[in-house]
T-cell receptor, first 113, second 108 residues
Framework: EAQVTQNPRYLITVTGKKLTVTCSQNMNHEYMSWYRQDPGLGLRQIYY???????DKGDVPEGYKVSRKEKRNFPLILESPSPNQTSLYFCASGKRQGGYEQYFGPGTRLTVT | GQNIDQPTEMTATEGAIVQINCTYQTSGFNGLFWYQQHAGEAPTFLSYNVLDGLEEKGRFSSFLSRSKGYSYLLLKELQMKDSASYLCAVLNDYKLSFGAGTTVTVRA
């Protein structure tokens, strides 16, 4: 089944404790991206990647890191999480045709206390 | 910067038509998307417009006017399952910027 998977789905952590949210897709998509979704603000792009070893900042990259060592994986790293990073996070992947129409993962709800 | 505006909420009756408008001011434009998001779920793709005009896909249609920075999503023959948030998003190079979303409530 074609899908984007994220782990974990739910995470409660404390300020300053490094964490990684994994994202994997099995559709051989070139494009992958991370978003956060907050009430009243909608989806905001954190980072995106056009292909292996090619990443760039979205609209809200501060406090986040990413890497794209393999085509299928695009982990999101929070080196020192803070409470303002409490949010719902979505990973997505897209094919080059059709303007990178994106397929979203199920989401990760992160709470930083 | 990117500025994408859409109404916060709309309510309509089952079987009716609803039009969700989206206006945008962006530094570049490579296409406009509409996504549907049910509560507690991930967004799913509805439509993509890169040229001016109307794209029809079953009960859903999407229109784009690049010169006016304007798009709309038309939902016909509304069903209860269409109650969801509808997200307008603009692609600029490889960056995708979303509006805050329009919550549509369909009433019996």
């Amino acid at each position: 089944e074609a899908q984007v998977t994220q782990n974990p789905r739910y995470l409660i952590t404390v300020t300053g404790k490094k964490l990684t949210v994994t994202c994997s897709q099995n559709m051989n998509h070139e494009y992958m991206s991370w978003y956060r979704q907050d009430p009243g603000l909608g989806l905001r792009q954190i980072y995106y990647s056009m292909n292996v070893e090619v990443t760039d900042k979205g609209d809200v990259p501060e406090g986040y890191k990413v890497s794209r060592k393999e085509k299928r994986n695009f982990p999101l790293i929070l080196e020192s999480p803070s409470p303002n990073q409490t949010s719902l996070y979505f990973c997505a992947s897209g094919k080059r045709q059709g303007g990178y129409e994106q397929y979203f993962g199920p989401g990760t709800r992160l709470t930083v206390t | 910067g990117q500025n994408i505006d859409q109404p916060t909420e709309m309510t309509a009756t089952e079987g009716a038509i609803v039009q969700i408008n989206c206006t945008y001011q962006t530094s570049g434009f490579n296409g406009l998307f509409w996504y549907q998001q049910h509560a507690g779920e991930a967004p799913t793709f509805l439509s993509y417009n890169v040229l001016d005009g109307l794209e029809e896909k079953g009960r859903f249609s999407s229109f784009l006017s690049r010169s006016k920075g304007y798009s709309y999503l038309l939902l016909k023959e509304l069903q209860m399952k269409d109650s969801a948030s509808y997200l307008c998003a603009v692609l600029n190079d490889y960056k995708l910027s979303f509006g805050a979303g329009t919550t549509v409530t369909v009433r019996a």
